[in-house]
């Protein structure tokens, strides 16, 4: 296994409950798994625990390993070669990433790339006239151009895990699919394994092999792509799928989920998203619900699994 | 870039101006009539005698007439002559500049390089024992005016060890190194306190952006995190203060220089208000200004190198 995290809690002072709680996931190596959630859930805190960054002041308990190596016991040099070597992410905001008053080039080099890989990357990446880029400044590049500058960063010395933080989110659809493709083949060129971060449901499903979804610091369930999107099991993932458009033949009802995301400074003795959920019980409100393992292998946790999920007949198809 | 250094010339030029009339103005309302002292003392005075040195100096005339004729012929360089001493004040200043440029220039590169060195140990060390030593001690040092650091300085380093001479400029390099140590020192040490804080403060700032997380999270050492991200971005506010702390301390000389008994602008410009020789306080002050305005407009015009983003937004 490439990446574990295992039972990851994650505090920090001056909060009622924990960033992360008993968070657990794993990605093999050449693996797509998605990470699904709305913001504030923890999927960034989970993706930069897999390179040792904590929260400020932060307390962890659990583990994060990564090819083998404990990366929550790794400091000082070990942990900056770990940074350096064998995780890389692409970050959510690629204007904020880049320091604005150094070059393109600078960018790529100190990120270990020589002078001829950093040209040849920023041509992968599929910028045109890379030698002029290498010259230019951020504030010189679009949005879209600063976005594959980020992702040949992180390709700048082959890493094993790739972390890309909504790496799409921020793009026209034209250059987000060019994006998601390039991404793939890169995966696939370096055997490399990819955390996919996103809120689009959608657009997990169709890109990833497996899908977590988070909610309020937990993974409340973990599926292949297309049985999430055939079957969720958990209310939220109905819910997210519910309110987001689709394309299709029959026509669709987009019904939110009421409520807002819950704060930091909410506590929950039981199931997080009792408030919201259609199908909660008094009990779920006290209980915290444990994952199930369901019949197709996927995980999911809530207490109304085998009552809430409707037989496959009685739902239209998406 | 044309324009905007003739935009600023035509700002230089406008202080300037607002500030020799309000030089004049100053000296002109200073106590005290300078034609008593140039008629010889108050022993052999009489009001013939008093109104014809008025008559001399033109210091009969009203004040913006006496104000045009100096503006005028300072435009020519023709700064008047000293009433102490006689000699042409474009002489006496010539003879003197020299060493202040000199204090000023050591001063300068002291507390560039021990408050800016000192205020990136604090950042780089910050919430520490470094930190909070650092902040201590400059604090310290800010509080002591310079004329109670310079007596200090002298009973130590001057009576007490005799490593440095008290008074004097010294001849040849390091004879002026080693005369000018002790009061480009106690000039520095004021400095210090502020340049050290806003060192400290802009690399907080610069800190917590984004990209230096991100440079982090991709394992660059962090000895060029500090230097090419969290320095580097920090240099505005950095080089800012230092060159209007080092404009500054132009007018700090008057009272280093005269602790210390050098022949320098400050202590020419004491002598001067002590006499009443208003060319010569005069021409001074101008020239004070003149440095501290010169400093500040090159601060500004050096900025835009710094950051590419301003230096793009200024020619499109």
Not at chain 1, 20 to 29: K, M, N, R, T, Y
Not at chain 1, 255 to 275: N, Q, R
Not at chain 2, 94 to 112: G, H, K, N
Not at chain 2, 206 to 222: F, L, N, Q, W
Request: hydrophobic share 50%; with cysteine; charged share 15%.
């Amino acid at each position: 296994m490439l990446l574990t995290i295992d039972r990851l809690t994650v505090e920090v002072p001056g909060t009622a409950r924990p960033l992360l709680d008993e968070v657990a996931l794993h990605i093999a190596e050449g693996e797509v798994v998605g990470l699904v959630g709305e913001s504030g859930s923890g999927k960034s805190t989970t993706a930069k625990a897999a390179l040792g960054l904590l929260p400020a002041g932060a307390t962890a308990s659990g583990s994060v390993h990564v090819a083998g190596a404990d990366v929550l016991s790794l400091t000082g040099e070990e942990l900056r070669r770990h940074r350096a070597r064998t995780v890389s992410m692409v970050h959510q905001d690629p204007r904020a990433a880049l320091n604005p008053v150094r070059r393109i080039g600078d960018f790529l080099l100190e990120r270990g790339a020589d002078r001829t890989r950093a040209v040849e990357l920023l041509a992968a990446v599929g910028l045109s006239d890379p030698e002029r880029r290498m010259r230019q400044r951020p504030h010189e590049l679009s949005g879209g151009m600063l976005q594959r500058v980020v992702i040949a960063g992180a390709l700048a010395t082959p890493p094993r895990l790739l972390l890309a933080d909504e790496a799409t989110s921020a793009l026209d659809v034209t250059t987000q699919a060019e994006i998601l493709a390039l991404l793939r083949t890169l995966r696939a060129e370096h055997g490399a394994g990819l955390l996919f971060i996103t809120h689009d449901l959608h657009l997990a499903a169709a890109y990833c092999d497996r899908v977590y979804v988070m909610y309020a610091g937990r993974v409340v369930e973990e599926r292949t792509a297309a049985a999430l999107f055939a079957d969720p099991a958990h209310p939220y993932t109905r819910g997210l799928l519910a309110c987001s458009p689709t394309l299709g033949d029959t026509p669709r009802r987009i019904e939110p989920i009421p409520g807002k995301p819950p704060s930091l400074s909410d506590a929950f003795p039981g199931c997080p998203f009792t408030a919201r959920c259609p199908d909660a019980q008094p009990d779920c409100s006290s209980r915290h619900p444990a994952a199930v393992t369901l019949p197709d292998g996927g995980t999911a946790a809530c207490h109304r699994i085998p009552a809430a999920v409707p037989a496959p007949a009685e739902r239209t198809a998406p | 870039m044309p324009v905007r250094i003739a935009r600023r010339l035509a700002g230089f030029l406008a202080t300037l101006f607002a500030a020799s009339f309000v030089i004049f103005v100053a000296v002109y309302a200073a106590p005290g009539d300078p034609a008593v002292f140039l008629a010889g003392g108050r022993d052999k005075l009489t009001p013939e005698r008093l109104a014809a040195v008025r008559a001399q100096y033109h210091l009969d005339e009203p004040l913006v007439v006496q104000y045009g004729r100096w503006l005028g012929d300072s435009l020519h360089f023709d700064l008047g002559r000293s009433f102490q001493y006689s000699d042409q004040v474009a002489d006496l200043i010539a003879a003197r500049l020299p060493t202040t440029v000199q204090l000023v220039a050591y001063a300068t590169l002291l507390f560039v390089v021990l408050g800016v060195g000192a205020g990136i140990l604090a950042a780089v060390r910050e919430g520490s024992w470094v930190d909070s030593a650092v902040v201590g001690t400059t604090t310290l040092a800010a509080s002591v005016p310079s004329f109670v650091a310079a007596i200090a300085l002298v009973s130590l380093f001057g009576v007490r060890l005799g490593w440095f001479p008290v008074t004097g400029s010294g001849t040849g390099f390091a004879g002026t190194l080693h005369h000018l140590t002790l009061p480009a020192l106690s000039l520095a040490l004021g400095a210090l306190a502020v340049i050290s804080r806003v060192t400290r403060q802009a690399m907080a700032d610069a800190a917590a952006s984004d990209h230096v997380e991100a440079a982090r999270a991709s394992g660059i050492p962090e000895r060029n995190i500090v230097r090419r991200h969290v320095l580097r971005n920090a240099l505005g506010p950095i080089i800012t203060m230092c060159g209007l702390v080092a404009a500054g301390m132009f007018a700090g000389t008057v009272v280093v220089e005269t602790a210390f008994g050098i022949s320098g602008i400050g202590s020419l410009l004491v002598g001067a208000i002590n006499a009443h020789d208003f060319p010569v306080a005069q021409a001074v002050l101008l020239l004070m200004v003149t440095g501290y305005v010169l400093v500040t407009t090159v601060v500004d015009l050096v900025h835009p190198l710094l950051d590419p983003r301003v230096r793009k937004a200024r020619t499109a």
